[in-house]
């Protein structure tokens, strides 16, 4: 049984240079439980630095522990304040009361980020339902489905690796019903070879980042590489309705630019860029700061181009 001496005090090398790897669990939970009782912010910097020393050693089983408990995401906001010289160690209830806050705010933007973007994915019901009506996907392209069905696949992944579930749920719900608007467009198609050939596309890339992800070794390698391809992902999605650029410019109207979609684009990509803020994940924030951006300009479309023009001309 580990003891307790004032490890607040002693830094991780020390601490754990007598140590066996098999008490790593011991240590961690003695930690935890420390840290339930005295709530002291140099214990928070400890199992921060203890965290820090688990993905040196590739314990990653350990660290699952930490990243679903709520004192390791204290630890990791106290360990970004500091480094910012924001939080102060002589003012503890003062920091631990705006922490908490901070963890609050991060669970409602998490929740507020997760039903706007299945709102989102829900925006395909509709255009189903069209198919499905008139018997024909005539003039409905299978490659945004597609696409968003890719993404949702390697974000799903990338969730799954880091542990983070809000971004697990919202991806496997936007994976189902992207597979499940593909099956609409596919069985009232007449193009079959050409939704052929983009649903190969889509299985193989899958079908790479998992063999990719079977033989990878290093954790943080991976997780780095996964977050570029999400980023790229991202991007090209948030980009997609400036295919149609040329015919507004052309037509000096925005007729064929759905404004609502803007729009949920920009509240989307708002949520998203805070809640990558706050977690200090790049993968996050980068897309999604390039998101709002675009939903920008998309939405000043409207602007220099109202749809009353098209009328006058």
Known sequence: MLMWHAAAAIPVSVLTSGIMSQQYPDMLELLCNE????????????????????????????????????????????HKHLSCGLAQLTNVGQFQHTTSMELQFLDLLSISATF?????????????????????????SPVPFAMCAVSCFFWLQYGILKHDRTIVLINLVGFILQVLYYMVLYSHSKQKSFIHLIMLAAILS???????????TNHNTTLNNLGKMCLVLNVLNFASPLAV????IKSKSC??????????NLIVAAQ?????????????KIPNMIGIALAVFQLSLFFIFPKERAHHG
């Open 206 to 216: 899958c079908s790479a980042l998992q063999y990719y992800l079977m033989k990878s």
């Open 272 to 284: 998203w860029f805070l809640y990558g803020l706050l977690v200090s994940d790049p993968y996050i």
């Open 245 to 248: 650029l040329k015919e507004v």
């Open 35 to 78: 840290i339930t009782i005295n709530k002291q912010p140099v214990q928070y910097i400890l199992l921060f630095e203890f965290v820090f020393f688990l993905v040196q050693q590739h314990r990653f089983h350990l660290i699952c522990f930490c990243l679903s408990n709520e004192q390791f995401k204290f630890a990791l906001l106290l």
């Open 116 to 140: 706007s973007t299945i709102g989102m994915f829900l925006v395909g019901i509709p255009m189903c339902k069209s198919i499905i009506r008139k018997k024909s996907s005539e003039g409905v």
């Open 255 to 264: 007729e064929s630019l759905p404004l609502p979609l803007c729009a949920a």
